[in-house]
């Protein structure tokens, strides 16, 4: 049965955070690689797409106290969760979805997102895409830790079954549903790059977990 997706996290929020670093292989050596990618500038202007209860900053805040990070989560739980968790740090919340809320453009040095963006399309990230492309400064870059299909069978395969529980439930267009539908690495990297990303580049490697980086290169 299909969920809405911040019903799906909010549902799970008990137990989320164990769950997330047994069940997915390598969790334990990702999420501080992602957060090692980050800048360690003290006050470094950091958003975060889809950072749940912020397993991505765990590690990151310790390496980076001053970091001032916006979160924004569609979770209302999951976002009260990492409020709890880090009270004494720079941290603006915003719950709703990353596609509708707006970006300060040009703010921030670094974009984060972690296995968030596994569930939309190509033709759906470009525009999100351009948004994070745009609320980063010049030199800026956006690290995305996600799992990747392994084929474009893989990636055909899971959109199609996507379609076929919506068009099976009656599940209402335009409403964001948990099912994953990964992209490969090639289609992602298109994306970035369709967005204007000047250099995409694979920094790390999990069995189908990757972390990619795309650099807003300095203007002349
Ligand atoms: C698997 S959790 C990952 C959370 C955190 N980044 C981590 O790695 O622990 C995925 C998160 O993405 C959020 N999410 C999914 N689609 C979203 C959207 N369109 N806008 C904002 N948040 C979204 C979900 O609500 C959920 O909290």
Not at 26 to 32: I, L, R
Not at 104 to 119: F, K, N, T
Not at 148 to 158: G, H, I, T
Not at 198 to 220: I, Q, S, Y
Request: proline fraction near 5%; include cysteine.
């Amino acid at each position: 049965m299909l969920e809405k997706m911040g019903d799906f996290f909010d549902a799970r929020l008990e137990g989320y955070e164990d769950h997330q670093l047994t069940a997915i292989a390598s969790a334990g050596e990702f999420y501080p690689f992602t957060a090692q990618c980050l800048p360690r500038e003290p006050g470094a202007e950091v958003l975060d797409l889809g950072c749940g209860t912020g397993l991505e900053l765990d590690p990151y805040f310790p390496r980076n106290p001053t970091a001032r990070v916006t979160g924004i989560d569609l979770a209302e739980g999951m976002l009260s969760a990492l409020a709890k968790k880090f009270p004494d740090k720079a941290l603006r919340l915003i719950r709703g979805s990353y596609f509708d809320v707006p970006f300060e453009q040009g703010r921030y040095d670094a974009a984060v997102s972690v296995e968030s963006l596994h569930h939309f399309t190509r033709d759906e990230k470009i525009p999100l895409y351009r948004k994070v492309y745009e609320a980063l400064k010049e030199g800026g870059w956006f690290i995305l830790t996600d799992y990747f299909a392994a084929s474009d069978e893989e990636e055909a395969l899971c959109r199609e079954e996507l379609h076929r529980l919506m068009a099976e439930e009656r599940a209402e267009t335009g409403a964001l549903y948990h099912y994953d539908t990964p992209l490969t690495v090639a289609h992602e990297s298109e994306a970035l790059h369709a967005a204007g990303f000047d250099r995409v580049e694979v920094l790390g490697r999990w069995g189908p977990t990757c972390t990619l980086r795309a650099d807003k290169m300095p203007r002349r």
